[in-house]
């Protein structure tokens, strides 16, 4: 054994070796319980033969009586038997009896002295077997059969015994089974001797050998798993170490996962009581990663974060703790340190992400925004403190991203603020206090092309909520499928008599992700029996990212229903012409930042002028919103583009306003 080797290493090696004793053990107890089971077997089989050969007997004596009876009452019996006609009671009584006994020797005699006892005797030093003829008005006469050597071997030929002997006394040859033949006072007239039954023949000699090679080799593969146990426990022990490595590290990085990472956290808090020091919990997750994933797939994300997680364990110290929580967040946990050292270190993580990852599929950038809490009060709960650095992790997030952010106590007082506004927006899908507006969208010759309806939410207590807070809100805490039902059923409700004027509904990416998205729209088609046809669907370009089977799916079932797609925000994205094309996408939106910064720049005109010759030569309808000025409208009408939404067209207006103006539109 390996010098090396702990106590417990060599404790598991010692736990091996015993099997193959073990093993060697359970041969020779089955060699035992096999030569047992045999044994009973064999004994078994000797009685079972014993039992059926002497009821066998009984049964042919009571035949071979019936079968008197019956010769006996045959037309002619009584008057030949009378007359004595030796001859016909030879042809027609003793031939038909030794045919049955198979005894050579079959007399008819009168029933008296010796000759008139039914049943088995001992006569004139042979045994006979008397069977009684019994007839009215002659007689009384025994039908007389000696037991001799054909009616031995009749009987016993039934039975498969063509080696049977009988004797009337004298030594019986061994290992023979016999069947004592008694007369009716209970007295051994003869012994009926056949060879004994021998299951355990066929083995006999081959079992020996057979166990004997069986030992050998099992002798053999115990001596070699002997020699091997020190491997088998090695390769034991290092599954083991990988098994507990694996509960405590992340897979994909190998870096430290959650339960280490709070392992650590509690040990670090520990010191801190001990020692009053401080320490930081910064939490990392990364911008525009789901964008990575989307665009290059899950094996570019799954490089990147190996990247991130390689990058942040060289930037940090050796005391310091780097975590992979899952997804794209991290962990760090800076032991004794105060604010001036967690800023220092978030920022040189920042700074770190500024040089681009070099991936197989590409190079990209991404950024990272940090949450970060300082933990002074050793007190505190790990999964507390890890609360605090998401808290601040969240205002990163909410403040622009790529940014670090200090948690502060009054973080507590904004989420639950979120969670109030959470709530209500439950109840306000419940109760149906949420409401619809419709902007129109008019081409250049002053009459309107479609309506995009859009959600508003006017809270009692907060006012009016826009859309960009509980939209996001809805997608944040799983209400966003809610939403999306309560807007189709609105708007089919609202829009069911405008005729043939277009709608537009806005359908996020999380929606065409559901595998009951198409389910929930066409049962509300079918219950406000609206046109599918009437109906566009608008969708950002961050919906037709990557290859997602089930919005690609829900894409073309929207289209075979008639439906026709909007792509709402272009130019902000990634999306591809082959996405363009793929999706069949019927009309692009020019994203409202293009069009305000026309008065800006003539950057902003070459773009807007490259999107709307784009769109020509896909031969798609193109809309310019968020118009808001008479110069914006010439400056894209000089690009070509004719369809304008805006509030230079309309505020949006409620339902009921626009009801007598399309009711039976039919331009």
Known sequence: ????????????????????????????????????????????????SEDIIARSWDHDVEIWQETVRALAHQEQARARLAANDTRWIDEAILAPMRAVTGSRSVRLVPARGEDGMAGLWVIEGQAKLNLPLVLSGVGPYMIQATLDEGMVTSFSAQHGQNAAILQLGGKLPPNHMVLPLRNPKGGAVAVLAWPALDPYSAVRFDLPIALLALFGLLAAAAWFFMRRSNTIASDLIASEARARHLAFHDTLTGLPNRAMMFDRLGQSLAMSRRYAGEMA??????????????????????ELIQQVGRRL???????????????????????????????????????LFETPFELEAGVVEVGV????????????????ALRQADLALYGSKENGRNRVTFFEPDMDAALRMRRNLESDLRKALADGSLTMVYQPQMNGRGSIDAMEALVRWNHPERGSIAPSIFVPLCEESGLILDLGEFVFRRVFQETAGWGDIRVAINVSALQLRSPMFMATLTRLVAEFRVNPERYEIEITETALLGDDGITRDNITMLKQEGFSIALDDFGTGYSSLNSLKRFSVDKIKIDRSF??????????????????????ALKLDVVAEGVETEHQRERLAA?????????LVSRPVPAEELDGLFSGHNP
């Open 1 to 48: 054994m390996d010098s090396k080797s702990s106590p417990q290493d060599a404790q598991r090696k010692g736990l091996l070796r015993p099997i193959s004793g073990l093993l060697v053990g359970t041969l020779l107890l089955l060699a035992i319980a096999a030569q047992v089971t045999l044994s009973k077997i064999n004994l078994s089989a000797h009685r079972f």
């Open 313 to 351: 364990s060289e930037l940090c110290r050796d005391s310091d703790t780097v975590a992979r929580l899952g997804g794209d967040e991290f962990v760090i946990l800076q032991p004794e340190a105060d604010g001036t050292g967690a800023s220092h270190l978030a920022q040189r993580v920042l700074k």
């Open 281 to 302: 919990v910064h939490c990392l997750d990364l911008d525009r990663f789901k964008e990575v994933n989307d665009t290059l797939g899950h094996h570019a994300g799954d």
């Open 369 to 384: 925004s940090i949450g970060v809490t300082l933990v002074s009060n050793p007190e505190i709960e790990p999964a507390e």
């Open 595 to 616: 069009v305000h910064n026309l008065e800006a720049n003539d950057e902003a005109e070459g773009l807007v002028d490259a999107i709307v010759k784009l769109g020509r």
């Open 639 to 647: 690009c070509g583009c004719n369809t304008f939404q805006g509030f």
